[in-house]
């Protein structure tokens, strides 16, 4: 795919091996690497159809290297890309040719676990998972729960504002996040939150979170953990129509239901993954509910009871309560397993992630049907159903002559219908660079430019991960400036007010 | 604009300003700032006893932009003008079962005002909670978009209308909790939920701050998904529901969602509890009427402007703090929040704020806001907890970035 980058600086390109020296002084030994063949394995992230070999690779292992770098690269004007586990799948993490990629994957440690206050502080790059199984012995986990979780950073979910399954009732990694430290381009250490909740000031914690490695560098996460429900009941429930699924999910919430997780899959995504994992779904149905209940199991008996009745009411032509652990796993596992599985069917694809209003399901899913037809791809859909957020996965091979090319306007295209019926670009998995030029889709210049006002309060030089998330990159002076000027903006008509 | 009308910004001091567009604040505000005037941003001004005094010759106020305009229950979603009654936006929700989940407080009676007058601005702009601010989170979790007018008189929004959303940074958080210093709100959307079927609280008697920290912490640690915990000591539980509770003191766990369950998890951890101490337990009814008193602190409406402290800190470590401070100052204090929220009254009038917030940091951190004070004392102290050096530069940062001129709500949160 071809994305227009900032254009490197040939001033720093020349100064590369005076930089990667000044680096090993600051992170001695194995932590700076700059042979092009052991820099390969960095050169793109999830969103593997971008690549780029950075300038030089960093991997630091403690909170003054991390600050002592990025006070380097602020006094020598070097860009600089955080990286946690390299699985965004909007190129968050693509390198740049003239910028230093900074790695935390050496912050593995869990640093402390406090049951009592509920929470967890760990390092960034500790995997998601690795907070949950830290934690399992007492009964407890974390709950976000992206699909990558096995792989992913806490950094990362941090930066990205990452979602998953159970975020309906959960929340976000924004709502599960109780404190940060990080560190500034100026190679300042901070810290936001801790134990306790809500900021002193202004909400940096909330900007932070999201801010996809623009802002300033995680170098530790103090997590909100819970204790697991007694029990977990799924439903697999199917329906000859999309519309009937949907009518389905509003049905279940307008009860007052919010279950743990509520997915869809479409027909496409359901046989691909009953191919590939057989985890017992019908295949002779048009969309397929999987709905989690979860709590103490009076309620979780009661609440299916309602669920089933719901599904049936709306059409439903299958109905599957699950009996075990084992069966629970293998409803998840297709559901899980959906993206591999779409893989297998087709040489590449290309996942989107907007958010849409749920009752626009029926139109969107229209939409792109017709888009699948006009631009001669096939499409697949898995669907956060409980919130709107959805995955059409665009089946496409890079070695045909334009698939690509067809396969990134179809993807744009989709996006630009979600934001039409209400929604927006991406849902959980950030802007990046592949959303970057959508981004005048959801937002005015004026929008945009608050937007950047914040980096500018953070980072006025640009250089932190520069050419991500914005389409146009303004100097800060320039977006300083004020319009109003004295004398000229005539006091409003008082009267009026 | 007419003309004709117009006034001179000199000509109509100590106005109220009230705009009734997105467009009108913004005029409002690119005239102060030509005319390098403050000005005081308020909902109607419920939470005026909030933050620093603003000196600002001009009150812009959100009185005339009210009114829902989107609501769908099944969506979970509601819009409303920045200017909307809370009251009104509770009622509404009510009639279709479902709820504010934060369960915002109401800062007027503390301050002697009548209850119920605050705005969905206000409520966002102080990012106000209540006891299930600990489950569920606060007003900035709740937050899903905004319309605003910064105070660079430029309009912009940030945010939509659904709940999975991380396109451009999150100035929704951003404006949640900064007071009107950052932007005038015009609209905001929030997510809401359903409410739950029925609720009950077990309270446990007699136990010292600390027990009552420890029973708190095993609740919440529990499989009973308990949705608010709060510590009332001896004597401060006679000031909740017309004195009902006794003077004994109340350690109250609320548990709510629907019936059976509710049932199931009040019996369970019950038995638990009961190990602890003698045990009691409130119908929703009375258990609807406690939360309430423990949002609205109750226990120090009294009518005074005696100092009162908010201090959001390590669960824990709050009976420490507490203790701490009552050996050296005349307080009186309550815990919400499994403890990590204190409020504070300090009996002889002084602020004592570095005492406070230096028992805080020797404790686990944190931070302190006087929410209740004299003007005089809320202008000669730190309302808010003073930020470290480069923190405090970064938020001044922020300030410029979206207030250059320094023309909303002037030293509100200095
Ligand atoms: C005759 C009369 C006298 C009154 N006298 C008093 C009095 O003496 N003291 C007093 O406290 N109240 C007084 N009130 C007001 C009070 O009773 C309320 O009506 C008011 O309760 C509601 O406050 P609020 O929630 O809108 O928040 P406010 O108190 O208006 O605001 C709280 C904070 O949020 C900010 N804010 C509010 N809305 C926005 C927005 N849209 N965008 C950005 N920031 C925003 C404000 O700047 C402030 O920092 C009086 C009212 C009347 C009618
Ligand atoms: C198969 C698959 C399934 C996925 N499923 C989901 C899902 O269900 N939900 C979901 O939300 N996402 C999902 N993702 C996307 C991805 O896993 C998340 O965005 C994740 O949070 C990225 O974490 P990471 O450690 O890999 O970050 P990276 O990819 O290394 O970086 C992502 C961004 O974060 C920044 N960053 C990383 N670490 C730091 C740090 N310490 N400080 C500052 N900035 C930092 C980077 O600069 C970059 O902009 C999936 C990805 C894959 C490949």
């Given at each position: ?10 001033a ?14 600051i ?8 042979a ?75 640093l ?68 940060i ?39 530790e ?14 439903v ?16 279940i ?72 652990e ?8 297709g559901?899980?397993a959906?993206f ?8 590449d ?17 229209a ?10 791809l ?16 665009i ?82 002076a ?9 004398g ?10 | ?20 567009t ?9 005239a ?69 989940e ?21 409520v ?10 600990l489950?569920?989170g ?24 659904v ?14 909790g ?49 949705s ?8 401060v539980?006679s ?12 350690t ?105 917030r230096?028992t ?55």
């Open positions: 795919m071809s994305v227009m980058m900032p254009k490197p600086s040939e720093i390109l020349s100064r590369r091996r005076a930089i990667v020296e000044a680096l090993r002084q992170v001695p030994g194995e932590g700076v690497v700059d092009a063949n052991e820099m390969a394995v960095f050169e793109s992230d999830g969103l593997t159809a971008y690549r780029q070999l950075p300038l030089v690779v960093v991997l630091p292992s403690t909170v003054e290297q991390v600050a002592a770098v990025l006070k380097y690269c602020h006094g020598e004007d070097i860009p600089v890309v955080p990286r946690g586990s390299g699985t965004s799948l909007s190129g968050g993490a693509l390198p740049l040719e003239d910028g230093v990629l900074l790695v935390l994957s050496k912050f593995n440690r869990v402390e676990i406090d049951y009592d206050n509920r929470c967890a502080v760990v390092q960034p790059g500790v995997t998601n998972l690795g907070i949950t199984h830290a934690v399992a012995g007492n009964g407890f986990y974390y709950a976000p729960d992206p699909s990558s979780q096995i792989a992913c950073s806490i950094g990362g979910n941090v930066a990205e504002n990452s979602g998953g399954v159970h975020c309906l009732k959960y929340g976000l990694t924004a709502n599960n996040v109780l404190g430290q990080f560190v500034t381009i100026e190679g300042e250490v901070m810290r936001l939150g801790g134990k306790h909740l809500d900021a002193e000031g202004y909400d940096l914690l909330g900007l932070m979170t999201g801010s996809e490695g623009l802002l300033g560098v995680v170098t996460v103090t997590v909100r953990i819970l204790q697991k429900p007694e029990t977990a009941r799924a697999l429930i199917g329906f000859p129509t999309s519309e009937q699924a949907g009518e389905c999910v509003a049905s919430i307008a009860k007052g239901i919010i279950p743990g997780g509520m997915e869809m899959m479409d027909r496409p995504a359901i046989t691909a993954a009953e191919d590939f994992v057989h985890a017992g779904y019908p295949t002779d149905v048009e969309a397929l509910l999987i709905v989690e209940l979860d709590g103490p199991a009076a309620e979780v008996d009661h609440l299916l009871a309602e669920v089933e009745a719901i599904g049936n009411a709306n059409g439903a032509v299958t109905c599957r309560v699950s009996q075990s084992e069966e629970r796993a293998a409803f998840w596992a559901r899980k959906a591999p599985a779409v893989g297998r069917i087709s040489p694809y290309y996942c989107m992630d907007g958010t849409i209003p749920r009752k626009e399901l029926p139109k969107v899913l939409g792109m049907k017709a888009m699948s037809e006009k631009y001669g096939r499409v697949a859909n898995v669907f956060h159903a409980g919130d709107g957020n959805l995955h059409p996965l089946l496409y091979d890079a070695n045909k002559e334009g698939e690509l090319h067809r396969a990134e306007e179809f993807g744009n295209d989709i996006l630009r219908l979600c934001v039409k019926v209400g929604g927006v670009l991406t849902g959980e998995h950030g802007v990046g660079v592949e959303k970057r030029d959508l981004m005048p889709e959801m937002f005015d210049e004026d929008d945009m430019k608050h937007q950047q006002r914040v980096k500018c309060a953070f980072d006025d030089k640009h250089l932190l991960n520069p050419g991500k998330v914005f389409p146009t990159l303004h100097r800060c320039e977006l300083g400036r004020m319009h109003v000027h004295k000229q903006v005539a006091f409003p008509d008082l009267p009026r007010f | 604009m007419n003309s004709s009308a117009r006034m001179t910004y000199a000509s109509i001091e100590k106005s109220i300003l009230r705009p009734e997105t467009e009108d604040i913004r005029d409002i505000v690119a102060a700032v030509s005319a390098q005037e403050p000005l005081a941003v308020e909902g109607t001004g419920s939470k005026r006893g909030l933050g620093r005094p603003v000196q600002a010759a001009r009150t812009l106020s959100l009185t005339k932009m009210s009114g829902v305009t989107l609501y769908e229950p099944e969506e979970l979603v509601l819009s409303a003008k920045a200017g909307t009654p809370i009251a009104e936006i509770e009622a509404l929700v009510d009639e279709n079962n479902q709820r504010l934060f369960e915002p407080m109401d800062y007027g009676p503390l301050h002697g005002l009548e209850a119920g007058q605050g705005t969905l601005g206000g966002v702009a102080c990012n106000l909670s209540g006891p299930r601010r489950k569920q606060a007003a900035r979790d709740h937050i899903l978009g905004v319309r605003a007018v910064s105070g660079r008189a430029e309009i912009f929004k940030s945010g939509g209308r709940v999975k959303n991380v396109t451009g940074y999150d100035l929704s958080k951003g404006l949640t900064s007071y009107g210093t950052l932007a005038v709100m015009s609209e905001i959307t929030i997510k809401v939920l359903p409410k739950c079927e029925t609720e009950t609280t077990l309270v446990l008697r007699g136990l010292t701050d600390g027990e009552a920290a420890g029973a708190m912490a095993a609740s919440m640690g529990s499989a009973a998904e308990v608010a915990a709060a510590h009332l000591p001896a004597y539980s000031r909740v529901m017309d004195g009902e509770l006794g003077n004994e003191a109340a109250a766990i609320r548990i709510d969602g629907f019936g059976p369950s509710v049932e199931a998890r009040a019996t369970h951890l019950g038995r638990a509890l009961e190990k602890v101490g003698k045990l009691e337990r409130l119908e929703p009814e009375a258990s609807r009427r406690l939360w309430r008193d423990v949002r609205d602190v109750r226990p120090f409406v009294d009518g005074t402007d005696k100092p009162v402290w908010r201090l959001s800190v390590t669960p824990t470590r709050s009976h420490e703090i507490v203790m701490s401070l009552r050996m050296q100052a005349a307080i009186d204090a309550f815990y919400d929040w499994q403890g990590g929220l204190v409020w504070l009254r300090m009996e002889a009038g002084e602020p004592a704020a570095d005492l406070v230096e805080i940091r020797r404790f686990g951190g944190g931070h302190a806001t006087l929410v209740r004070a004299s003007e005089s004392v809320r202008a000669a102290t730190a309302v808010f907890q003073p930020q470290p050096g480069p923190l405090a530069g970064l938020s001044r940062r922020l300030k410029e970035q979206f207030d250059p001129a320094g023309v909303l709500n002037p030293g509100k949160m200095g």
